[in-house]
């Protein structure tokens, strides 16, 4: 499975951006994806953003429930992060993460798919 994310740009606070995610696997096979956002700031460890399963059902990290929403389309194998009411501390590298089955873990090192990032930039 091959990952490639796109959207990052720079932005003011308050602001909105909508990260894509495209897959390389077969229809059939993406809709067996577990994927997630990932984030990660210059010296901090890779955080977790979010997780849709593959029933759509959808988890947050709570620094950004309520700004910010996980989906997939299944038709087109993407994966969308739409963000919005963006603060500077958002600020970071994003990258889209995919694991086989279920959404059991939010750890990086349960994920073995990942893209090479997209920056996102957020100034006060």
């Known amino acids: 499975v091959q990952l490639v994310e796109s959207g990052g740009d720079s932005v003011q606070a308050g602001g909105s951006l909508r990260l894509s995610c495209a897959a390389s696997a077969s229809g059939a096979t993406y809709k067996s994806l577990c994927m997630s956002w990932f984030r990660q700031a210059p010296g901090k460890e890779r955080d977790w953003v979010a997780t849709?399963?593959?029933?759509?059902?959808?988890t947050y990290a709570e620094f950004v429930k309520g700004r910010f929403t996980i989906s997939r389309d299944n038709t087109k194998n993407t994966l969308s992060l739409q963000m919005s009411g963006l603060k500077p501390e958002d600020t970071a590298n994003y990258y889209c993460?995919?694991?086989?089955?279920?959404?059991?873990?939010?750890?990086?090192?349960?994920?073995?798919?990942w893209g090479q990032g997209t920056q996102v930039i957020v100034s006060s």
């Open positions: 849709i399963g593959t029933y759509d059902t959808t």
């Open positions: 993460a995919a694991k086989w089955g279920l959404c059991s873990s939010y750890i990086p090192s349960a994920f073995p798919y």
